[in-house]
């Protein structure tokens, strides 16, 4: 069975956005070994593009040149707070140096 991962930003995080409107993204990860390296590459790679597609249609206004980075790094945060428990133990797993 496939998992999705519904990332639903919060009402101030789309406001320093720009846009007052709910959104949200869904990423598949059930596929996916996150305590691997190449599972958690995979998993960052879903993510970036779900959060340039979430902040590309994102108004922001002219003068927050930053928006939209803001908008990306909430996305990347959102999605990792919003795995089970045990996926984001997985995930920093793959993450730990290896030592040799």
């Given at each position: ?19 007052a409107?709910?959104?949200t993204?869904?990423?598949?990860y ?32 002219s ?5 939209r ?14 795995l ?5 133990v ?11």
């Amino acid at each position: 069975m496939t998992r999705t991962l519904a990332c639903v930003l919060a009402a101030c995080t789309l406001a320093a956005a720009g846009t007052a409107s709910a959104q949200t993204a869904r990423i598949a990860y059930g596929d996916l070994d996150l305590a691997t390296t190449a599972g958690a590459r995979a998993f960052d790679a879903r993510v970036e593009a779900a959060a340039r597609s979430f902040c590309r249609n994102a108004q922001r206004p002219s003068s927050r040149i930053s928006g939209r980075s803001d908008c990306e790094r909430a996305v990347r945060e959102e999605a990792l707070s919003r795995l089970p428990e045990h996926a984001q133990v997985r995930y920093a797993v793959s993450r730990l140096p290896v030592v040799a």
